[in-house]
Each structure stands twice: as C-alpha cells, then as structure tokens.
C-alpha cells in the first residue's frame, strides 16, 4: 500500500516546498559534478546539509540551489534538473498516489484519466509551487499556470527554465495515463511571463 499524501505545512507564514525538489537533485550532481561541486552549490543556496524525507523543507534553499545550478552549470543544468524531475515523479507514483487510485486511472481512456491526475495535482499543489499559485487552467486540452514560480523567481532567460517542473508533469502523465504525452512550457516567469504556463499534449 502506498504511503499517505504528504501532510500540508503548518501555517505560519514561512514559504515551503517538497524535500523531492533537493533530495532527486543532490545524487545527480554528485554523479555528474562531484560531491565537492555540490557542497559549494549547497552552501551557495545556504543549505549546509541536507533536508529531511519527512515534512516539507524551506522553499528558499531549494529554489535557490535550482537557480545556483542554472548559473554556474547552465550547459549540465537542464538535463539533470530534468532527470531530477523525472525522480520526483516516479517517488511520488511510488509513495504518494494511493494504490487503488492508480489503477483506476491506468485502467481509465486518457480523456478521462487525464482530468482526474490533474485533480490531484492541483489539489496537492503545495509540495511543489510553494509560495507560487498552481493551477489547473484548461482541462481540455490540459494547460497548467504556476504564477510566481519560486524555482525561477527573479531569473531572466530567453527560454523558458522550469525543467523539473515540466519533468515531473511529464512523467506523471506518461506512466499513468498515457506514454506518448508530453508537456511542454510555453511561458516562463524567466521570460517575462506572470506565471508559468505548461501544456499536456
């Protein structure tokens, strides 16, 4: 059986976020980098160890090892906060989306499984949009807006940057409903954008 949905943080005004955003991060950068490299982006994100499992962490450490990444490994960043992303997924398929729910939705036509993971994403939008607002803008076709994204808060690009968002969406959508699914981000709050709008195509 799997593990309950996270229980929210309690509200006391401090901006968190899932311990998944670091802890799917951190083995990838000491794999590609080193494990010395990603003490110095640790400790640039103001993170001297790492987070627990349980509970939720500060979103500002997090967002700030993200965006530590982006700019002193702007060539490495998008492919591993990409598989970071993909990780976050598979950990949640595997620990938080009860067993019962995923058989249904696997057993489901995507036109109808589709809508039900968004409800479920939208509803537990807390673990991951942190001090941003999530949600669910279009369920035909699937678009998603992630306003004030904290991942990317204050960044500037030419292209949108939330890989690990749209890497977690992917995945989720791919292993529960329908493998051919992608997402894609079509604005950025690094471009300019307010929000963050992904679409499931």
């Known amino acids: 059986m799997n593990a309950p949905v996270a229980i929210p943080p309690p509200n006391d005004g401090l901006a968190r976020i899932g311990p998944n955003s670091v802890l799917q991060l ?27 499992s349980e509970g939720m962490m500060a979103e500002s450490p997090a967002a700030a090892l993200h965006q530590a990444l982006r700019s002193n490994h702007p060539i490495l960043a998008p492919k591993l ?5 993909e990780r976050t997924a598979d950990y949640i398929i595997k620990h938080r989306i009860p067993t019962a729910a995923l058989r249904v939705m696997r ?3 995507p036109w109808l499984s589709a809508p039900l993971l968004a409800n479920i ?16 803008r279009s369920r ?18 030419a292209a949108p940057l939330c890989h690990w968002h749209s890497a977690v969406f992917q995945r989720l959508f791919t292993s529960i409903v329908d493998p051919n699914l992608r997402c894609v981000e079509t604005q950025c709050c690094a471009t300019g954008s307010d929000s963050c709008v992904f679409e499931i195509r």
């Open 81 to 85: 906060t990409n598989r970071a992303g």
């Open 121 to 136: 994403i939208e509803k537990h939008a807390w673990t991951f949009a942190g001090s941003g607002t999530f949600r669910v």
């Open 107 to 109: 057993t489901l036509p």
């Open 140 to 157: 035909h076709p699937l678009v998603f807006t992630l306003r004030d994204n904290p991942v990317v808060r204050g960044e500037q690009s």
């Open 26 to 52: 951190v083995p990838l950068l000491d794999d590609m980098l080193g494990e010395e490299e990603r003490n110095r982006l640790m400790r640039l994100s103001g993170m001297s160890d790492l987070p627990s």
